[in-house]
């Protein structure tokens, strides 16, 4: 499609290779939805191997891939293939980035994630465009306090938690806050043949209670303490056999998270009732199939799970803490609780399993409240409101 003077192009970059996860979900669905009589997206992976390049061609998404230009990395990563130190940056990334630039004609260049941050912001801006950072990580973040407040034209951040806590410069007016979309427009499974699938699956006794984790294995979102979280409600149900449920990978292999859950669930009598069940996809048959999903994270920014459960029907106990209480109204669309006591979530699981009325509810509740304020088409009108102030302040 020619590009009009109407059309205002956004460049979105990516890493590719075996990153991915919400933020790569959520731009998808922004892009997708973008209105292509006002805008001309553009998709760009430095590394167009692995599962996001591959959900981009399952879905036949039109991508550049630039292999030959290297990322910016930490120190953790300058050993992975394209992959370079500062001085390799100055040389060759930084000068490639901006031939990108001109050869595109982007009007704005949108980050997504922590990498590519650091890696377009000065092309970006030495090249007269516009950078639209999107933060969706912790507000502790040196990037978005000393670098976003400094060098981004404007800062969209996923909750009023992630907001940067300690900027380096005023950024009143330059930051909205924008949740993440979601697609509600396909049925959800029905949760009984859910459950009774998975039940199925996995030999679990029909009778059991089925408690889930969803979400990649890292520190932060602490599946150890969901385990824990698990045997304490397992030791105020000695008739009932329960099952901890964690789905997700582990984002470094060499963190051993798997290992340490399943010699504490061994340690704490779970034994096998504590099944790690790695990535699947789709994974809603899963989310519905469980009694109530158990968030366990600290400084969760806004997690897209938590939402995608609510939606589906399952019942969400989480901490409080980050920005759950932005999505969660305790007692009424799911319930909050200590973010240190694993123990906390006994009385709301129980709570749940004794009263079929309070867990009607709150279902009802929940979907409700999501439906109406994290729906795709509100996410998209915010942010192509913002693409089009920023062009706006350019001219």
């Known amino acids: 499609m020619a590009r009009t003077s109407k059309r205002i192009r956004v460049l979105f970059p990516f890493v590719g290779g075996n990153e991915i996860g919400g933020s790569h979900i959520s731009a998808m669905m922004l892009i997708r939805n973008l209105d292509l009589d006002r805008f001309d997206p553009r998709i760009l992976i430095h590394r167009p191997t692995g599962p996001f390049a591959d ?79 999107h933060h969706r990580q912790d507000p502790d973040g040196v990037g978005i306090n000393k670098i976003a407040p400094l060098l981004a034209n404007r800062i969209v951040t996923v909750s009023e938690y992630a907001k940067p806590n ?11 806050i924008v949740h993440s979309p979601f697609d509600f427009a396909t049925t959800p499974p029905d949760p009984a043949m859910a459950r009774a699938q998975v039940c199925a699956e996995l030999g679990i006794e029909p009778h059991a209670l089925i408690l889930g984790y969803f979400g990649s294995m890292i520190v932060r979102k602490r599946p150890d303490h969901f385990v824990r979280s698990v045997a304490a409600v397992q030791a105020q149900l000695p008739d009932t056999p329960v099952y901890g449920l964690i789905f997700g990978e582990m984002e470094r292999p060499d963190s051993r998270l798997d290992e340490i859950a399943a010699a504490l669930a061994a340690e704490l009598g779970l034994g096998p009732r504590v099944r790690l069940m790695g990535f699947r996809s789709p994974i809603q048959p899963y989310m519905a199939g469980v009694d109530a999903m158990l968030v366990t994270a600290l400084n969760e920014p806004f997690g897209r799970t938590l939402i995608e459960a609510m939606y589906l029907g399952t019942p969400v ?79």
């Open 55 to 133: 959900m981009l061609r399952d879905s036949a998404d039109t991508f550049e891939a630039v292999p030959n230009i290297p990322v910016l990395g930490s120190e953790r990563t300058l050993a992975t293939s394209n992959s370079t130190g500062v001085m390799g940056y100055m040389g060759r990334t930084f000068p490639a980035l901006r031939a990108v630039l001109k050869r595109i004609g982007a009007d704005i260049v949108h980050t997504n994630d922590g990498r590519m941050h650091a890696n377009w912001v000065l092309p970006t801006r030495l090249s007269g465009r516009a950078l639209l950072w």
């Open 317 to 395: 106990i989480a901490t409080d803490h980050g920005g759950n209480p932005e999505a969660i109204t305790h007692g009424k669309t799911g319930f909050l609780v200590d973010k240190d006591d694993p123990g906390a979530f006994v009385e709301p699981v129980l709570a749940l399993k004794k009263d079929p009325d309070l867990r009607s509810r709150i279902i009802a509740a929940a979907k409700a409240d999501v439906v109406e304020n994290y729906g795709t088409d509100k996410h998209v009108s915010k942010i192509s409101a913002i693409y089009e102030r920023l062009v706006a302040r350019q001219l």
């Open 166 to 176: 300690n900027p380096l410069r005023k950024i009143q007016g330059r930051c909205d």
